[in-house]
C-alpha cells in the first residue's frame, strides 16, 4: 500500500473524528435535556422521553441511519450523507447519553436535594450548584465508554455512502486487493483512538471505587 492510499485512509480518519465529535457534542446536549426531563416531577415528560429512550435503545443504529437518510428522502427531505449520519448518530447519543445521565443524577443522596431546598435554592440552582456537578463526576466511566462505542459504531455510516474509516478501508481494498492489510491498518487506527480512551475510563471509574470506599 503506498502514500496515497494511506493518506486516503487518514482522510477518512479524519471524518470519522468529526462524525464522533458531532454526534457526541450534539447528543451530549440533547442527552441533558433528556437527562432533566426524565428526573422531572412532570408524569408527560417522563413518560414522553422514558419512550424515546426505548425506541432508540430498542432498535439498531443501522436501522436509525437508514431511516434517516433514505426515510427523510421518500417524504421529499433529501439529506446529504453527512447531514444524515450526524443527525442520525445525535439522536442515538442523546438517548444513551440521557438515560446513563438520568441514573447519575438519581445515584446523587437524596440528602443533597433536601439540603438544597432546605436552603431554598431554586430548580435551576439546583441542579447546576448541586445535583449535576456530582452527577456529572459519577457519571464519566460510563460516559466515556460510551464514548468509545459510538467511535466504533461510525462505521456503520458506510452503509449509506458516507467515506469514513471503513468505508475509506473498503474502497482501498478493492483497489489493490489487500484486505488483511488495509484492514490491519485501519484496525490499528481504531485501536490507537478507542484504547487510550477506554483506560481513562478504567482509572476513573478505579478512582471512584477507591473514593466511595
Given at each position: 500500500?503506498?502514500?496515497?492510499?494511506?493518506?486516503?485512509?487518514?482522510?477518512?480518519?479524519?471524518?470519522?473524528?468529526?462524525?464522533?465529535?458531532?454526534?457526541?457534542?450534539?447528543?451530549?446536549?440533547?442527552?441533558?435535556?433528556?437527562?432533566?426531563?426524565?428526573?422531572?416531577?412532570?408524569?408527560?415528560?417522563?413518560?414522553?422521553?422514558?419512550?424515546?429512550?426505548?425506541?432508540?435503545?430498542?432498535?439498531?443504529?443501522?436501522?436509525?441511519?437508514?431511516?434517516?437518510?433514505?426515510?427523510?428522502?421518500?417524504?421529499?427531505?433529501?439529506?446529504?450523507?453527512?447531514?444524515?449520519?450526524?443527525?442520525?448518530?445525535?439522536?442515538?447519543?442523546?438517548?444513551?447519553?440521557?438515560?446513563?445521565?438520568?441514573?447519575?443524577?438519581?445515584?446523587?443522596?437524596?440528602?443533597?436535594?433536601?439540603?438544597?431546598?432546605?436552603?431554598?435554592?431554586?430548580?435551576?440552582?439546583?441542579?447546576?450548584?448541586?445535583?449535576?456537578?456530582?452527577?456529572?463526576?459519577?457519571?464519566?466511566?460510563?460516559?466515556?465508554?460510551?464514548?468509545?462505542?459510538?467511535?466504533?459504531?461510525?462505521?456503520?455510516?458506510?452503509?449509506?455512502?458516507?467515506?469514513?474509516?471503513t468505508r475509506a478501508g473498503n474502497i482501498i481494498s478493492n483497489q489493490i486487493f489487500a484486505p488483511?492489510?488495509?484492514?490491519?491498518?485501519?484496525?490499528?487506527?481504531?485501536?490507537?483512538?478507542?484504547?487510550?480512551?477506554?483506560?481513562?475510563?478504567?482509572?476513573?471509574?478505579?478512582?471512584?471505587?477507591?473514593?466511595?470506599?
Amino acid at each position: 500500500m503506498g502514500s496515497d492510499e494511506f493518506l486516503f485512509l487518514l482522510a477518512g480518519l479524519k471524518w470519522t473524528v468529526a462524525l464522533s465529535a458531532v454526534g457526541f457534542i450534539g447528543g451530549g446536549i440533547a442527552g441533558l435535556a433528556v437527562a432533566l426531563a426524565r428526573t422531572s416531577e412532570y408524569p408527560l415528560l417522563e413518560r414522553v422521553t422514558a419512550s424515546y429512550i426505548a425506541l432508540f435503545q430498542g432498535t439498531p443504529l443501522l436501522m436509525q441511519l437508514f431511516v434517516v437518510y433514505y426515510g427523510l428522502a421518500l417524504i421529499g427531505l433529501k439529506l446529504d450523507a453527512w447531514v444524515a449520519v450526524s443527525i442520525g448518530f445525535t439522536l442515538h447519543a442523546s438517548a444513551y447519553l440521557g438515560e446513563i445521565w438520568r441514573g447519575s443524577i438519581e445515584a446523587v443522596p437524596k440528602g443533597q436535594t433536601e439540603a438544597a431546598k432546605a436552603l431554598s435554592l431554586n430548580y435551576v440552582s439546583r441542579m447546576k450548584d448541586v445535583i449535576l456537578p456530582q452527577a456529572i463526576r459519577i457519571s464519566l466511566p460510563a460516559t466515556i465508554g460510551f464514548l468509545v462505542q459510538l467511535i466504533k459504531g461510525t462505521s456503520l455510516a458506510a452503509i449509506v455512502g458516507f467515506t469514513e474509516l471503513t468505508r475509506a478501508g473498503n474502497i482501498i481494498s478493492n483497489q489493490i486487493f489487500a484486505p488483511l492489510l488495509v484492514f490491519g491498518i485501519v484496525g490499528v487506527l481504531y485501536f490507537i483512538m478507542c484504547w487510550p480512551l477506554s483506560l481513562y475510563g478504567a482509572r476513573l471509574e478505579r478512582q471512584f471505587a477507591a473514593a466511595s470506599r
